[in-house]
């Protein structure tokens, strides 16, 4: 197949499968957004390190994809076993974000104590390319066709072209979640973005949990 | 400035003349009269006749008695108990006597026949716009009222006038734990952090994006208390199990446990995402609760007696709830100066409260007739045919 046509039919899939991806990371990038610091730029500066890190999940499927075939895309165990794992970490990177989150607050929260400048910053770069990372890698159903389809490609770069066409495909729905950044940040939206965090972390480790027993949980 | 802190003795209203009570009441009675009687679903056997007669007549009482005595919240809470008492009588006979258990099997799910309440509306609301989906296992029309259509549009019909008062006089879950919070004469705990009052926006925010994600109301699949005492999944597997063991857990801690501790609605305050999905609607309808500020001496009563836990020391000082205010009243019948008053936007604080609390009890009143008293009545039918 053609590079131009591979790259179009990717940038397509990702592009009609855009909502999906929207819906699948809005749990973890909603909350963990809310947990910044207002600004417009902040929030620019936290999705494209949180896109970024998605592509290099992206990319490091692509390489297992073409490297083992689209078996490992498709065989039920290994996939619910990737699932389960990579659950368990979101888990576990979303209550670290939940509990180093009370560290930083605007400056209008009503606690100063709560103000710690530059401690939200780290936790921004390295939370954003965690979440972004394990996102990347998460086996959403158009994830799974585009991993197929990638496995079919005659050269692990064409599989990596790909890849890249659809995550930029995808991307575009990403950017409707800038408009979090005017929000204007008080202790009551950085603790609701807490909590938020902790309830979506606990269901993620109970899914994580059963896939990684072996159990199917809703068609994985 | 010194403050005067002084709790100053009740003042109990004088009462009503019993014939203008009365009066006042007519409009209610015949309504109640004809909601009952003509109530949708309603049969012609006896006992159906005799469950409209008895819900007419307590809905009529309780009004006229809080015409006469000028209280709302003992009035209203005695009507919101027996609503959380009886609705699950009701629902639980149909659903025996039509399934043969509580238990929701998957096939009835995919079959569209899961009966639908309105506690997950806010979670249908982006499936919605992103796919035109509806994700309930409901149908849109559905049977015997149960529909999604039916219930949303007496939601938005109840909500438009009432704002955030739906959870005082129309939801069939908070009157288990509000009887539950009249029961210890006084509270075992009384220091509750305030920062919980936004765990209902935290669990609205997580069970919106989750629904969306899994393509299901998340907080019916996981997190519903009231799933202890209507339906819930037919415990198949480990998971539904789990499910099942989440329901019963949280019934008993926050519609059992915490409520009898704390004498505050806790699964409301603390936890309800409709509760906080409702309380956007406050800024909608033109009934609200506010605090004449010269005419309040802090004593705070009023945050004390508030069971949803929306007064602060501060909102008082700003002369007004919190966003999360019900409008039961408690606040208004327990404050000595009569600083609190009912108020209808736009009017001045001190501009006939009486008259604004009569407004609101009549819109509330009559939705809570249409709605709330079918499902006594109902509830009522149930155990005049069991036992006689």
Known sequence: ?220 | MATDTRILPLAHPAPRGILWSLFLTLPILIWSLFMMFFRPGASAELLSHIASAITALFMTVLFFMMMRTRNTYRWRRIFFVSLGVLFPIGFIHNLIVMRGSMGIPIEEMIAGRTPFCFMPIPLLILPAVFTRTLVFPGSIVGASGHGIAVMVALWLALTLVMGKGWCSYACFFGGIEEGVAAIPARARIRKLDPRWRYLPWAVLLAMVLLSLAIFEPAYCMWLCPFKAVTEYVAARNMLGLVQNVIFVLLFAGLVIVLPFLTKKRTQCAWFCPFGAFQSIFNKISIFEMKIDKERCKPCLLCQNACPNLSLSKESVARGETLLSCMKCGACVDVCPRKAIVWHIKGTQIAWKPERARLMFLYSAWALAVMFGGSIIAQGIYTILHVFI
């Open chain 1, 1 to 220: 197949m053609p590079v131009f046509a591979s790259c179009g039919e990717a940038l397509v899939l990702g592009l009609a499968s855009g909502p999906a991806c929207l819906a699948s990371c809005g749990p973890v990038l909603v909350p963990s957004l809310l947990a910044e610091r207002t600004g417009f730029r902040l929030h620019a500066r936290y999705l494209s390190v949180f896109l970024a890190a998605r592509l290099l999940g992206y990319m490091l499927f692509a390489v297992v994809a073409w490297e083992v075939g689209m078996l490992a895309s498709i065989l039920p165990t290994p996939r619910l076993l990737m699932m389960g794992a990579v659950y368990v970490l979101l888990a576990g990177v979303l209550l670290w974000y939940a509990y180093s989150a009370r560290r930083s607050c605007s400056p209008s929260c009503a606690d100063s104590k709560l103000v710690q400048i530059g401690e939200s910053r780290n936790r921004g770069v390295t939370g954003a390319a965690a979440l972004g990372l394990l996102t990347g890698l998460n086996l959403c159903p158009p994830f799974v066709a585009a991993g197929i389809r990638a496995a079919q490609m005659g050269s692990l770069a064409a599989a990596l072209l790909f890849f890249a066409a659809f995550f930029i495909g995808t991307s575009l729905w990403f950017v409707p979640f800038l408009s979090l950044g005017p929000i204007v940040r008080n202790q009551a939206v950085l603790t609701v973005a807490r909590m938020a965090m902790v309830l979506i972390a606990l269901y993620y480790l109970s899914m994580g949990i059963a896939m990684l027993l072996g159990k199917k949980v809703y068609g994985y």
